[in-house]
């Protein structure tokens, strides 16, 4: 990359981090320090902030740059994560949108502890929640090395290195000062530049194959190396039936762990009402949606314009498509138009990062500090008190959270970004989604199968992620050179999510405690009909 790329880039890089600053600022010194207003932003935003705000916070590094690359690398393989990461908006509108906003109040330990004794199931859905939250985190980190890696013209750790850490400062400068207030502002401003920049290179897409779809994907196809092979099913998930597990592992993962992710959930509990949670899921499928029809018309264009050959000697792992297209539709390394669209698209994808990593941040430092601390709190504390440790508990605890997802960042950096968001998902499918179904469900449940059902999840899917390709015995693993793989899948939503639900139904069958009728029927009024809730 040029000089000029460089320097165009970074004061674009620095713009958004400056208006995020000063939003962040601006925001920390009206914040009242109330637990609300850090969690929450005081329920004070419309559906249509919200709906924005959500589509911020979801589409995230794996959606820009991990997906696109995919599609570039594998073709319509790659376009198998689109359909996963949008079909799953629709179990949280009909299953979990409402209810949780109705039956919670900050986290999703909240919906659980309604009817359960509190202490054990808190500590259990805390912990979950913080594990996913980091895994999806590492992702972002890994996104922004490979993002600044490009950008400087250096593939060396070291630079990759310094950029992970920037990133993780930012988001505990975020967290810490403006709660969740700030973040949400952060991420409607992140929304509309990412929406604005992909609605512009689809055009740009389109008219450099005039418009005509049906070339660009021929061309798409022939640069490929793959021949019409790479428009049809089976390239990198067709090879054998372990394959094609893995992809079935992988859409389940996708489409249930959308439901379960924490810093999703958070973002229904910043709007008054049910009926206002409901909104802002509509509005994030329309704008989620249209987002990930165009990311179809990029990664194509991608392996069309930019040719997978040229993506993989930037990044191996395709992360690094989307910011290539800009530059070669702008006119190619070089030129002024390129060097314009390079730095604009550059700048976005380091807006995306820094706005999703800011919501992760904060949903899973109020797991710690709401869920974990508050159980271990001593009963005495006075409740105001009490508040404002807890507070000042989540804010040290986004430094640690940080701390831990910058080491394992730079640990996976040669991994794709849509690939790791995948084990976050499976993780969120398998350890969360069984506790909030069965207790929203199902009458009978007890404390016993929630704990077993968030263990029963959690527990399998790291250790078969431990023991899959995704960590030894393959070129691409994290420890290439040792191995301990005896799980033969890179996803294990297909086994885990199973066990979690099976976990559930077993502690509680098997458990001595009865089921309180009276809580459970509190909890089906207030999930459908919204009375007494927070």
Known sequence: MTGEHQTLALLLFSGFVAVSLGITTWVGRRRRGSAEEFYTGGRLFSPMEN?????????????????????????????????GFLVAWLVVLFLVAELVRNCGRFTLADVVAARMSERPVRIAAGTSSVVVSVLYLVAQMVGAGSLVALLLG?????????????????????????GMRATTWIQIVKAVLLLGGTVALTVLVLLRFHGDVDQLLVTAARRSGHGDAFLAPGLKYGGSWTARLDFISLGLALVLGTAGLPHILSRFYTVPTARAARRSAVWSIGLIGGFYLLTIVLGFGAAAVVGPKALRASNAAGNTAMPLLALDLGGGAGSTGGTVLFAVVAAIAFATILAVVAGITLASSASVAHDLYASLRRPGDGHKGGVHREVAVARFAAVGIGAVAIALGLLARDLNVA??????????ASANLPVLMYSLFWRGFTTRGAVWAVYGGLVPALGLVLLSPVVSGCRGSLFPGVDFQYFPLQNPGIVSIPLGFLAGWLGTVTSDEIPDEAKYAETEVRSLTGAGAA
């Open 51 to 83: 709906g924005f705000a959500i589509t911020g916070d979801y589409i995230s590094a794996a959606s820009f740059l991990g997906v696109t690359g995919l599609i570039a690398l594998y073709g319509y393989d790659g376009l198998l994560y689109v359909v």
């Open 154 to 178: 250096r593939t060396s750790g070291a630079a990759q290195a310094w950029t992970v850490i920037g990133v993780g400062a930012l988001m505990v400068i975020y967290v810490s000062l403006g």
């Open 419 to 428: 690939y790791l968001v995948g084990l976050a998902f499976a993780v969120a």
